[in-house]
T-cell receptor, first 112, second 111 residues
């Protein structure tokens, strides 16, 4: 079965711009989580959506937002980009908490 | 405040020997623990998990040990193979809360 698909794989944006990243979870998975990975910081939780509702939110500024559609696909948006937003953004889907998350390959965002 | 800590940023092991990756946590409410493996330019891949009601879980060459009193878990890989070279992340969660990850340990298995 298809895995978690994230698009685009790579993105270069300028400071002050906004960006939208997309994630298609594994078919049947209703939970989608987003993480930011930066060198030396591991994976930082951004938010989790379940059945179109944000269920959990991490400690990121309001410039980071997300949503989930009825088909479980999810998007995250970052407005007013800063240089520090350069990172690998990972999306993960799961069927249930105790079955582990399946991650996509990520979107590498570079802000210049 | 880092709730999940992997204090060794890197580890080198000879092929065929045992690799032991360690992880400490501070939140006593965590009841589920996972290990993920990550290659460059790929997302993390789920490796093995353990619930707080167990102290050991084994899957082939991979064994995870949980010591709740010490708030410590470890991943043992026996025997280590060059293909195991990757970054390993420890993660923990409470029911219905997001996974909290450590910063990762880079394992290098030398042939």
């Amino acid at each position: 079965k298809a895995g978690v698909t994230q698009t685009p794989r790579y993105l270069i944006k300028t400071r002050g711009q906004q960006v939208t990243l997309s994630c298609s979870p594994i078919s049947g998975h209703r939970s989608v989580s987003w993480y930011q990975q930066t060198p030396g910081q591991g994976l930082q939780f951004l938010f989790e959506y379940f059945s179109e509702t944000q269920r959990n939110k991490g400690n990121f500024p309001g410039r980071f937002s997300g949503r989930q559609f009825s088909n479980s696909r999810s998007e995250m948006n970052v407005s007013t980009l800063e240089l520090g937003d350069s990172a690998l953004y990972l999306c993960a889907s799961s069927l249930a908490e105790d079955l582990g998350y399946t991650f996509g390959s990520g979107t590498r965002l570079t802000v210049v | 405040d880092q709730q999940v800590k992997q204090n060794s940023p890197s580890l080198s092991v000879q092929e065929g020997r045992i690799s032991i990756l360690n992880c400490d946590y501070t939140n006593s409410m965590f009841d589920y623990f996972l290990w993920y493996k990550k290659y460059p330019a790929e997302g993390p891949t789920f490796l093995i998990s353990i619930s707080s009601i167990k102290d050991k879980n084994e899957d082939g060459r991979f064994t995870v040990f949980l010591n709740k009193s010490a708030k410590h878990l470890s991943l043992h890989i026996v025997p280590s193979q060059p293909g195991d070279s990757a970054v390993y992340f420890c993660a923990a969660s409470e029911f219905n809360t997001p996974l909290v990850f450590g910063k990762g340990t880079r394992l290098s298995v030398i042939a």
